[in-house]
């Protein structure tokens, strides 16, 4: 194997690394605002299942009467 088919390989295999490098840096970003949306998607569905079960046990108060007996 010659210096040339060397230097070569050696050109190609960097252009390669940079081509990589690039990929990963924006897989990462990519990651990260996927990480965001769904920390906020969580924080929302926490939210409405908070609110939900508020509206249940007010449901559930107010459909607790007591007899009229008890008057």
Not at 5 to 13: M, N, Q
Not at 37 to 55: C, G, H, W
Not at 62 to 67: E, F, G, I, L
């Amino acid at each position: 194997m010659s210096d040339d088919d060397i230097g070569e390989k050696l050109v190609r295999l960097e252009s390669m690394m940079t081509h990589l490098e690039h990929q990963y840096e924006e897989l990462n970003k990519v990651v990260v605002e996927q990480g965001k949306v769904l920390s906020k998607a969580l924080s929302q569905q926490e939210r409405i299942a908070d609110t939900l079960r508020e509206m249940r046990q007010d449901e559930i108060r107010s459909d607790n009467r007591k007899p009229p007996h008890y008057s």
